[in-house]
């Protein structure tokens, strides 16, 4: 039987380059808590804010206690966690979900959802209001208005 012989040159490259990659694509969220109740509890990805046209958005992660069901006209599901990416116009109190993500208990995307196409008020006290809060803390904090 033939052995391959590696080319030494090659090797360290392409070994160094697979590390990079693969730890690239391992990189995990880094989620914190900002709203804890009995029923559910809402986290952030910091690393996930960002801002598009001038107005902040992030992800959060809001992890239910027991399932979940969804029904809406035929569709039907059952969810413990979803990821909302939210964006916020920090001047004007409002906000719009660009994208919603439901998954399972096993931690498996059971749906997945565009968002809305308009903004709408911010309810004051509310679990929105809170996430509106700290967004807009970064928001500022890195430069914007």
């Known amino acids: 039987m033939k052995q ?10 392409m070994l160094y380059l697979t590390l990079i990659f693969t730890t690239t694509l391992i990189q995990a969220a880094d989620w ?5 109740t009995p029923e559910y509890e809402i986290l952030v990805d910091i690393d996930s804010f960002n801002v598009d046209k001038g107005l902040p958005y992030i ?9 979940q069901n969804y029904q809406k006209n035929n569709v039907k599901f059952s969810y413990l966690t979803k990821h909302i990416t939210t964006q916020f ?3 004007k109190h409002i906000y719009k979900q660009l994208n919603r ?17 308009s903004f709408n ?3 004051p006290k509310s679990s929105i209001a809170a996430l509106e809060s700290l967004v807009c803390q970064v928001h500022k904090m890195v430069g914007g208005t």
């Open 121 to 123: 008020a911010i309810i």
């Open 32 to 36: 914190e808590t900002i709203v804890k």
């Open 101 to 117: 993500v439901y998954y399972n208990k096993n931690n498996t995307v059971v749906a997945r959802a565009k968002g809305q196409a």
């Open 89 to 91: 116009n920090c001047q």
């Open 59 to 67: 992800t959060a992660n809001t992890a239910y206690k027991t399932t």
């Open 4 to 13: 391959l012989k590696l080319n030494k040159k090659l090797t360290k490259p």
